[in-house]
């Protein structure tokens, strides 16, 4: 691992996400969970202040950066849910069926290298009767946004750790055999080409 990835990406990341327009976008979802959550690219905690520890008994976040982990130090000691991490990747997740009440992806389906296959072992490990918790940035409704979107697709993707800018976020709930109980999209201020947000609920 570079001295960009190991050093320079994850400060980069935790500033990035920790804006406010994307920090109210986790405020419309997170408080939602109930009961054990798994959080999907759980990185620097940035959803840990936002939880509601009257409904919330654990989170198991997954997350394979160690160095990006590590920037949530803070935001833990401070977080009065008990909070653990599996180090492994969103596609591969080593937890049983019907585990998790809740799962909380925030911002890493543009990243995953496979969302198909994260979102089929998000719903592996949710309990029946449970949801899928996300708010992502995607697929502009604009041709030309979404035609600059592919345009630097290439060079984003090497400074931003993987990250796509304009993937089709509800075609790959679809995709995945998951059904959308509540979607809402819009853009955020920032730059239009990451600034269009999805969010809502799924199920399976």
């Not at 959080?39 to 905690?45: A, K, L, R």
């Not at 949530?72 to 009065?80: D, F, G, I, L």
């Not at 089929?120 to 030309?144: C, V, W, Y």
Request: glycine letters at 10%.
């Amino acid at each position: 691992m570079g001295f960009y990835a190991k050093h320079i990406l994850p400060r980069g990341l935790d500033m990035a996400c920790g804006v406010t327009p994307i920090s109210k976008q986790r405020q419309k979802i997170v408080p939602h969970a109930v009961g054990l959550v798994l959080e999907i690219g759980i990185g620097s905690g940035q959803n840990l202040p936002f939880y509601n520890p009257d409904k919330v008994s654990k989170i198991i976040g997954v997350d394979p950066d160690e160095h990006i982990w590590k920037r949530s130090t803070e935001r833990r000691a401070n977080c009065p849910i008990d909070v653990e991490r599996i180090g492994l990747s969103g596609e591969d997740i080593p937890l049983e069926k019907n585990t998790a009440d809740t799962v909380v992806v925030t911002y890493s389906l543009c990243t995953i290298p496979d969302p198909i296959k994260a979102l089929k072992e998000m719903s592996r490990i949710l309990k029946s009767g449970g949801q899928i918790l996300f708010t992502e940035h995607g697929k502009a409704p604009d041709a030309n946004v979404h035609k600059w979107q592919n345009r630097i697709d290439p060079y984003w993707k090497k400074i931003a750790g993987g990250c796509h800018s304009g993937r089709d976020i509800p075609a790959l709930f679809r995709e995945a055999g998951l059904t959308l109980e509540s979607l809402d999209q819009m853009y955020i201020p920032g730059p239009k080409v990451l600034g269009y947000n999805y969010w809502g609920a799924a199920k399976v």
